[in-house]
């Protein structure tokens, strides 16, 4: 049967860029959808109903939501350069690492940059904090899948990109050589075809940041 | 077969999180032993097998520790996959949905869930019951399309959007009993009745779930405790 595979996501979303990655590192043939969040098309509310949100892949027509969902889906869909380790404490330990991405480290840094004053300062270190923690299990290694990249570098890619974006367009300094390892990891990230050449246009990224930033930060 | 020295579960009595990760094991006839931690004066054992949280549950196998209920879930399923029943569906679409919808429970449904409990003023409350009504509305729809007739989310057996739902039955009885209000009946969803009664009786579950009366204790003291601490 003809696959038919469709990405629904945005130009800047760096969950959908995920998605992307997954599947071209897997060789999978697809169709990207850009949606405008503020005019959501018919199709993505009737696809993610719950949520309305991207990224959402449909394969054959069925839909699928969330992107940590998704990405293990592909992965249990096309077994070509697998994304999971076969090891079931590997798996666990992969899990773990993409959840504190989205659940913690994403939250924390979301906060720095939106919040003002202590509750600022509060975000910072949560945010040191965490990447702390990051460093820590990346320490020796090349990728956080070891030699070819795994779910987890997937994951925490938005720190090479996005991060430095939140960095420029705010003056906030969080991934810089007191993080060596993620510093040198966010280098071997971004030399990957999959990553080098999807990565959404810097300068358009600045403006849109910088105009969410000042509307968190409005100049009194 | 594992010894039961080789697996062991970190846990606290009152956590729906922890009755996710004994479930899988007793679904799997694992046997392991069971540490109750004092969440307020953690253990040794527990800060080193997760320092990024310290929380419970925390699942140790043979010397390795794995944290977070849904990813232990995951873990028994695939350390002990010749073991039946298996926890996941086998088709890759159908064990995407049970994904989606443990992580909406987790990523939205327990925040209401505990906001009805810890929320200061009517209105919040309110608006949080409604929140969790959604979600059991949502649950009820999809156990139709999902359990297919049969007892479960799973089908014939528990499995593990069973699990990552039904671990909250026993605080879903207490927020009834402060609530005065009934959020799984008969009458708003009856489907969701007959499996929570099907899901509490299962020999697997039974023997591990709270009591409601000391739950509900527990979870006044967890509020006063919550408000008097500045926001």
């Known amino acids: 049967m003809a696959e038919q595979v469709k990405l629904f996501k945005t130009w800047s979303t760096p969950f959908g860029l995920r998605i992307t990655w997954a599947l071209q590192l897997k060789g999978i043939s697809y169709e990207a959808i850009d949606e405008d969040l503020s005019n959501k098309s018919a199709l993505l509310l009737q696809y993610n109903p719950v949520y309305k949100k991207v990224p959402v892949l449909v394969h054959n027509g069925k839909p699928i ?40 480290l994403i939250l924390s840094v979301w906060s720095a940059f939106t919040k003002e004053g202590k509750e600022r300062e509060e975000a910072m270190d949560a945010s040191l904090k965490n990447l702390k923690f990051v460093e820590e299990e990346l320490k020796g290694k090349k990728f956080f899948g070891g030699e070819k990249i795994g779910l987890a570098d997937i994951v925490f890619g938005w720190l090479g990109n996005l991060l430095p974006i939140f960095e420029e367009v705010s003056g906030l300094k969080l991934l810089d050589d007191r993080f060596p390892s993620l510093l040198a990891w966010t280098k071997e990230l971004s030399e990957l075809p999959v990553v080098k050449y999807n990565w959404p246009p810097h300068d358009k990224m600045i403006i849109k940041y910088q105009a969410l930033y000042e509307k968190f930060h409005p100049v009194k | 077969m594992a010894e039961s020295s080789d697996v062991k579960v970190l846990g606290s009595w009152p956590s729906p999180f922890v009755l996710r990760a004994r479930i899988a094991l007793h679904l799997k006839s694992v046997n392991y032993e069971y540490v109750e931690e004092n969440l307020e004066s953690k253990s040794e054992l527990l800060l080193k097998s997760n320092p990024v949280h310290k929380k419970v549950p925390v699942l140790l196998h043979g010397g390795n520790s794995i944290s977070e209920s849904l990813i232990i879930v995951q873990y028994i399923e695939e350390v002990w996959s010749s073991a039946a029943p298996s926890i996941l569906p086998s088709n890759p679409y159908e064990r995407a949905i049970s994904r989606f919808w443990a992580a909406y429970v987790d990523d939205k449904w327990f925040n209401a869930l505990r906001a009805t409990l810890l929320a200061e ?43 990552a739902i039904g671990c909250f039955l026993v605080w879903i009885q207490v927020i009834e009993k402060f609530s005065e209000m009934k959020l799984i009946d008969e009458a708003n969803t009856p489907r969701l009745f007959q499996w929570a009664d099907g899901f509490s009786s299962h020999v697997a579950v039974k023997d591990v779930l709270p009591d409601v009366e000391a739950l509900a204790q527990f979870g006044l003291k967890l509020r006063a405790k919550f408000l008097k601490t500045p926001q």
């Open chain 2, 121 to 163: 003023g009517e209105e919040a409350k309110k608006a949080a019951l409604a929140q969790v009504e959604e979600g059991l509305a949502l649950f009820e729809e999809e156990y139709e399309k999902l359990s297919k007739g049969k007892p479960f989310f799973g089908g014939d057996e528990i499995g593990y959007l069973d699990i």
């Open chain 1, 65 to 104: 939501s969330e992107s940590l969902v998704i990405l293990e889906y592909i992965d249990e869909t096309w077994k070509q350069n697998p994304i999971l380790p076969e090891d079931p404490l590997e798996r666990a330990n992969a899990r773990f690492w993409a959840k504190f991405s989205d659940e913690k």
